[in-house]
């Protein structure tokens, strides 16, 4: 059975940082592309950033280019996103999700002073 | 980017009945990329179908995914109480990947 769980979520003030991971497991994590998405409170998803298999190509939505970065560390089956500069606007519910297996159930990060 | 359309906005229907549920891409997707996700409130989504046909492990078969290039469909047979919830598409195929507005599927 896949599980995608994620941690490293909480408040944070303005120009904070934070890293998020996600740990792995039911599938061969080392041959997937894997995503970081996001939901607003009471908005719909937004896709956030991706990487390759192997690490080697990184793709993020305009609105976090810069302040994010997505990693993963494929002999312990984790995905990583590092946040920097935070803004209100992050404020959002944190999902890592693969697109042939599925989510997990997400880590809320709080923008706030 | 490639935008997404999906209509409707929310479809009134009652148990039993047929849903169908569309999205309309800005450009073609590419391989037909195409995902369809399935959210209840205070949960997180869930995948039903990727590659715009294949169904994800353990959704059932009264969930079914068509279409290609631009236009797409997600049907669901016939409802089960536990259907209604807001459902997503997602294209994959294009960086960035963009997902629809959603579509409210609510008890008639």
């Known amino acids: 059975e896949v599980h995608l769980v994620e941690s490293g979520g909480g408040l944070v003030q303005p120009g904070g940082s934070l890293r998020l991971s996600c740990a792995a497991s039911?599938?061969?994590?080392?041959?997937?592309?894997m995503n970081w998405v996001r939901q607003a409170p009471g908005k719909g998803l937004e896709w956030v950033a991706n990487?390759?298999?192997?690490?080697?190509?990184?793709?993020?939505v305009d609105s976090v280019k810069g302040r994010f970065t997505v990693s993963r560390d494929n002999a312990r089956n984790s995905l990583y996103l590092q946040m920097s500069s935070l803004r209100a606007e992050d404020t959002a519910v944190y999902y890592c999700?693969?697109?042939?297996f599925g989510w997990g159930q997400g880590t809320l990060v709080t923008v706030s002073s | 980017e490639i935008v997404l359309t999906q209509s409707p906005g929310t479809i009134s229907l009652s148990p039993g009945e047929r849903a169908t549920l569309s999205c309309r891409a800005s450009?073609?997707?590419?391989?037909?990329?195409l995902a369809w996700h399935q959210q209840k409130p205070g949960q997180a989504p869930r995948l039903l179908i990727y590659?715009?046909?294949s169904r994800a492990t353990g959704v059932p078969d009264r969930f079914s995914g068509s279409g290609s290039g631009t236009d797409f469909t997600l049907t669901i047979s016939r409802l089960e109480p536990e259907d209604f919830a807001v459902y997503y598409c997602?294209?994959?195929?294009?960086?960035?990947?963009?997902f629809g507005g959603g579509t409210k599927v609510e008890i008639k």
């Open positions: 590659g715009a046909s």
């Open positions: 997602q294209q994959y195929g294009n960086s960035p990947l963009t």
């Open positions: 039911g599938f061969t994590f080392g041959s997937s592309w």
């Open positions: 450009q073609r997707v590419f391989s037909n990329f």
């Open positions: 990487i390759n298999q192997d690490g080697s190509e990184t793709k993020y």
């Open positions: 999700a693969n697109t042939a």
